[in-house]
């Protein structure tokens, strides 16, 4: 490994976690008997617990099935053609150049997993799950994207072994300039233009669920400028700015995306609402003069120093009232694992492994991280779909910190 991994905040025991343990180790007990598989089955109050959990379990292992039967249908582009009329098998075998035995087998898969239905006269149709896939765009790219990770995982040991060698890792360029000097980052970046174009894209592309869950939770009526920091080509600003047509706004990003950016806030007409800042947070401050800082999908990239260095410059920006908004995919409460949504939490674990030096966070140690930084009356904003992002608010207060206060008495 090329360098140290940081290690997730674990809970802290108490006399309710002890009971907890005493109740986990019976129930585990229980389950291992060999008599209480049959007998569940037997009987109607307990029977849909273990088909659940056999289901559950099936899925698990069946998933990397499930991942290709999806990307197959991408890159089929079964999901716009489907959208446009409903076809039969006969009609996509034609069209898709592929044999009719072979492409039921994908069909009839697709249904299975709600992708796609059955429709009249032996025709398919999109499913619920195809609809999405249909109308963003973004999605399909991330599936395709994803492939790069589902290629590094395939011999799972040795990706664990090595898990910053792999198509994921090279993809992203600055997850490894961390512990380089500026001008070696620099001429990295310049080396690698393209990569940072790639990337940008696909970013512009995904956004848009993020956007709508910030747009939709959080009141923007007392800013003035906003500074959206890892700002990307701008999809944020461009959507905010439409949102809110009384803001400025700041973009800060490195110089090969901002350049990216330049052409979007020209083509959108915000040129005279947006200043672009190229820079780096390794290396450079952030500018002042905005109210409101956000961090969108930014934290999760990189190791805790570089993400409370970051906090730190985005405290040392804000004017005294200023509040910083960071949001991205954040780890399941311990309250709330189990629920379906938290196995977006294993994805995330290994898509920021791959990636090479962020994790996911929970909310809770990002808040710790941001008090850290100097920020008060830190809390997490409710939205409505905290799988694409949860939102963390966080002020510069009016009052001193208190190792200011105390130095100042
Ligand atoms: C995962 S992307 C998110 C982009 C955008 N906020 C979004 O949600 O789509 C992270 C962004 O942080 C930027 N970034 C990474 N390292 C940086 C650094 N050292 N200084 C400034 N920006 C950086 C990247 O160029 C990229 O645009």
């Known amino acids: 490994m090329s360098q140290p991994l940081d290690l997730a905040a674990t809970a802290t025991d108490s006399t309710f ?71 039969s098998l006969n009609e996509l075998a034609h069209r898709l150049g592929l044999a009719p035995a072979v492409l039921q087998r994908l069909l009839l898969s697709a249904v299975a997993l709600g992708l796609l239905e059955h429709r009249s006269q032996g025709r398919f149709g999109l499913g619920p799950l195809g609809v999405p896939l249909a109308q963003h765009e973004g999605i399909a790219q991330m599936i395709e994207h994803n492939h790069l990770l589902y290629q590094d995982m395939q011999d799972p040991l040795q990706f664990l072994r090595n898990a910053w060698e792999g198509g994921m890792a090279d993809y992203w360029p600055y997850a490894h300039a961390q512990s380089e000097s500026q001008a070696a980052a620099q001429a990295e970046v310049a080396a690698q233009a393209d990569k940072f174009t790639r990337y940008s894209q696909l970013m512009a592309a995904s956004q848009g669920f993020v956007v709508q869950e910030i747009l939709s939770s959080y009141f923007f009526g007392e800013h003035r400028c906003v500074l959206d920091v890892g700002a990307g080509k701008g999809r944020f600003v461009s959507e905010l700015a439409v949102h809110a047509p009384h803001l400025k706004f700041k973009m800060f990003d490195l110089p090969p995306v901002l350049a990216l950016a330049r052409d979007n806030v020209q083509a959108n007409g915000l040129s ?18 905005a109210d409101l800082i956000t961090l969108v999908r930014v ?38 694992a189990g629920q379906p949504s938290a196995s977006a939490d294993a994805y995330f674990h290994f898509y920021l492994l791959a990636m090479g030096a962020g994790r996911l966070r929970s909310p809770q140690e990002l808040q710790t991280m941001m008090q850290q930084a100097g920020f008060t009356h830190v809390e997490t ?18 009052c001193l910190p208190s190792d200011v206060q105390n130095s100042v008495n």
Not at 381 to 398: C, D, E, F, Q, V
């Open 299 to 336: 934290a999760h990239d990189h190791p805790d120093a570089v993400v409370q260095q970051i906090l730190q410059k985005a405290y040392a920006a804000l004017p005294v009232g200023g509040v910083l908004l960071l949001a991205e995919p954040m780890a399941q409460p311990e309250d709330e």
């Open 17 to 87: 976690t002890a009971i907890k343990d005493a109740w986990q180790a019976r129930l585990e007990r229980w389950y291992a008997h060999p008599g209480l598989y049959r007998w569940s089955l037997g009987n109607p109050f307990t029977r849909w617990l273990t088909r659940r959990r056999t289901r559950k379990l099936f899925d698990l292992m069946a998933g990397f099935v499930h991942s290709q039967v999806l990307l197959s249908c991408v890159r089929l582009d079964l999901f716009r053609v489907l959208h446009q009329a409903p076809a």
């Open 272 to 289: 005279d609402r947006v200043t672009l800042h190229p820079g780096s947070f390794l290396h450079d401050p952030l500018p002042q003069g």
């Open 381 to 398: 904003l409710p939205n409505a779909m905290p799988i694409h992002a949860r939102i963390l608010l966080g002020r510069k207060s009016k």
